[in-house]
Each structure stands twice: as C-alpha cells, then as structure tokens.
C-alpha cells in the first residue's frame, strides 16, 4: 500500500527481516530528502513470492536496493512462509499448489513454526517495536539474546547457481530496462566466520564488486538473531549506508557531467 501510494521516485529497501531491524529508514530519507520504503519480510517466503507483490508498484527512476540476506541466494523462490500464508491466512492453496515442492515438508514446518511463535515471550517481543511509516522497526535498544547462543548461518561449501541466483538476475534484468537502478548490497548479520571466497562468487555472478562484510554487526550490536541489529547497529549500519548512497550520488553525478 505504501509503494503503490507513492506517485513520486523512490528508494525501496528489498530483502528479508534483516532489512527491517537493519535499516532505518526514517533516517535514510530525512538524510537523502525523496520518499524510503523498508520492505523487509521474512526470508523465508522466498524471493519470488515477495516480488510477486512488490514489482507491481515499481516505476521508471526509482532505486532498488537489495541488501540480501545470504539464505535468500539458496531458498526456493517460493518457501515456507509463503506456503503458509497461501494455504491458512489467504486459503489459495489450490490455485498455487504449483509453484511450491516438498509440500509436505512446507506444511509439517509451517505448523510448528506457528505453535513456536504464539509464545507469551514471542508475542510480547513484537510489541516491544516500533514500526514507522517507512516501515522500519525502531526502538529496539536491548539485547535478547547471547550471540553465541544463535544457530549459525549456513554456508554451501561450493558456489553453485540456483533458481533464486536467476530469479534476481531477472529481476535486475527488468529493472534496468525500465529505467529503474538495481543495486546489490550485503544483508546486516552477524557471523563469527565469513566465507569471503565464497560470498565473492555469488556477487561476482551479478557483476558486481562489494565487502560481504559491509554491514556486519559485532556481538553488542546483536537483538535477537544473526539477521536482527538492535538499535546500536541499526543506527551504524544505516549512517553507513546512507554514506554509501550519498558517495553513488556523486560517483553519477561525475558521470553524467564527464558525458
């Protein structure tokens, strides 16, 4: 609703919920003056599901920024959370049965992670946040779990191309012939270990050249998962970022005046 309300060129923030603890976008577009969406959903819909709903209300001059999460290069383009949501909250099972495998798997996970997440300790986290109308989380200036406690990004020991890699690699695709600007980003995570060689390979697919480390929390900087800043982090990884858009800015600028 946000992004089909806005009539005038924007900065959509794309990915998983590291997008939505990560980025604060409030921020962002104070800083830069032009209208920031944060459309951060759990990864685990997949990325075709959340293009699904998203590509529509893109138009010609806005800038998309993909801070990918490292899982969402590997999950199936339709996943989980998006089975779930078809199948209980919109009841249209049927009607995309198609688009999902495993669907067993899909509906034995979808049940226990429902009956995890109702928990008195879940739902009173979620009240803890603020969500603006950039739509950002805010607020969150705790730290409720140790980072050594938290289940570690799994990393493919070998770079291979999935369906999501080509998914993306379409989506760039579209965007650049509607004069839309695609930029590919690292997620904000924490990980005591970062396979360099590897995440390299998988921006190198897209021709393109970025840290994996850019937004990488430390410990402190952790609220509740390796994809989730607390404040602190949110607050250095967005004055990171919105540098990084300013200094792109001047790199077209320079560009454009060079022509």
């Known amino acids: 609703m946000m992004l089909a309300s806005c009539d005038e060129e924007k900065i959509v923030l794309l990915g998983g919920s590291s997008v939505l603890y990560g980025f604060n976008t409030d921020d962002i577009q104070r800083s830069l003056g032009k209208p920031v969406f944060n459309v951060g959903v759990n990864v685990g819909l997949g990325f075709r599901y959340l293009l699904d709903s998203v590509e529509p209300h893109l138009k010609p001059g806005d800038q998309i920024l993909l801070p990918l999460e490292f899982n969402q290069y590997t999950n199936p383009v339709y996943y989980v959370f998006g089975f779930g949501i078809d199948t209980f909250i919109y009841r249209q099972y049927w009607r995309?049965?198609?688009?999902?495998?495993?669907k067993?798997?899909?509906?034995?996970?979808?049940?226990k992670h429902a009956k995890s997440s109702a928990t008195p300790e879940k739902l009173a986290k979620r009240k803890v946040a603020t969500l603006t109308e950039t739509g950002c989380y805010l607020g969150l200036n705790t730290q409720l779990r140790d980072p050594d406690s938290l289940k570690a990004i799994p990393f493919p020991e070998t770079f291979q191309e999935t369906n999501a890699m080509k998914e993306i690699a379409a989506f760039v695709k579209r965007c650049k012939e509607d004069n839309i600007r695609v930029t590919l980003l690292p997620p904000v995570f924490y990980a005591k270990e970062v396979p360099i060689a590897y995440l390299e390979k998988i921006y190198a697919y897209f021709g393109e050249s970025i840290a994996p480390d850019l937004f990488q929390l430390d410990a402190s900087e952790v609220y509740d998962s390796v994809y989730h800043a607390n404040q602190a982090g949110q607050t250095r990884v967005t004055n990171r970022l919105i540098q990084l858009l300013e200094d792109l800015k001047i790199e077209r600028n320079e560009k454009r005046y060079e022509k």
């Open 96 to 102: 995309n049965r198609g688009k999902y495998k495993q």
């Open 104 to 111: 067993w798997k899909l509906l034995l996970i979808s049940l």
